[in-house]
């Protein structure tokens, strides 16, 4: 069965300091789909970043890098330089390769983040 | 343009009630789902529309739970008799693949409800 760990339940930081958030998975599916989602206080969750389980390159865009691993089944997300726009609620998600039937989805807890000026 | 909107954004209904959720997806969207989440956890997923084919059911909890999308565009979630535990924030998500398991997903901003 499908799980996401996310471990950290909360990280508080101040301004400027990089924090990384932590995502464990758990699939006995070869082929899968990891993501990372943003909820802010105003409660829309956003989306961040997908990687299908054939890519482990490490991706980075601005201020976020993510880092892919598979032999320890993590898919973990770094923000550099923290901005206290950055405090939100970040869920990290999973989903199986199902053709286009169905597609389970799979969402850890979160891990609030506050980042203090 | 416009995002995913849902509405109400708040309901309260009495314990035995029928309460209906509506949401309307980003226009041309073809995958729609539906989330519950609960007050500190993260969103559990409830079922998967690909236009107005229901492909995946199996995260409602029971059978007081039924949703439609019968022109494959705006889709209601109607929990029927509802319970104290039925109380969550509930989520619609759409996405412009076909393919469920990949997609990115734009979220609308949630109804409330809350069961008294």
């Known amino acids: 069965a499908q799980k996401v760990t996310q471990a950290q339940t909360e990280i508080s930081v101040v301004e400027k300091e990089d924090v990384t958030l932590d995502c464990v998975y758990e699939?006995?599916?070869?082929?899968?789909?990891l993501f990372w989602y943003k909820q802010p206080p105003s409660g829309e969750l956003v989306f961040l970043i997908r990687?299908?389980?054939?890519?482990?390159q490490n991706e980075i865009s601005g201020r976020y890098s993510w880092n892919f691993q598979k032999s320890t089944s993590s898919f973990n997300f770094t923000i550099t330089a923290s901005q206290v726009e950055d405090s939100a609620v970040y869920f990290c998600a999973l989903s199986e390769a199902r053709g286009n039937y169905g597609q389970n989805f799979v969402f850890g807890p979160g891990t609030r983040l506050s980042v203090l000026p | 343009g416009a995002g995913v909107s849902q509405s109400p954004r708040y309901k309260v209904a009495k314990r035995g009630q029928d309460v209906a959720l509506r949401c309307d997806p980003i226009?041309?969207?073809?995958?729609l789902f539906w989330y519950q989440q609960a007050l500190g956890q993260g969103p559990e997923f409830l079922t998967y529309?690909?236009?107005?084919?229901?492909?995946?059911k199996s995260g409602l909890p029971s059978d007081r739970f039924f949703a439609e999308r019968p022109e494959g565009s705006v889709s209601t979630l109607k929990i029927q008799r509802t319970q104290q535990e039925d109380s969550a924030v509930y989520l619609c998500a759409s996405s412009w693949r076909t393919s469920g398991s990949m997609a990115e997903q734009f979220f609308g901003p949630g109804t409330r409800l809350t069961v008294l």
């Open positions: 990687r299908n389980s054939f890519d482990e």
């Open positions: 699939t006995r599916d070869t082929t899968y789909y």
């Open positions: 226009s041309g969207h073809v995958s």
């Open positions: 529309f690909q236009n107005e084919a229901q492909l995946d």
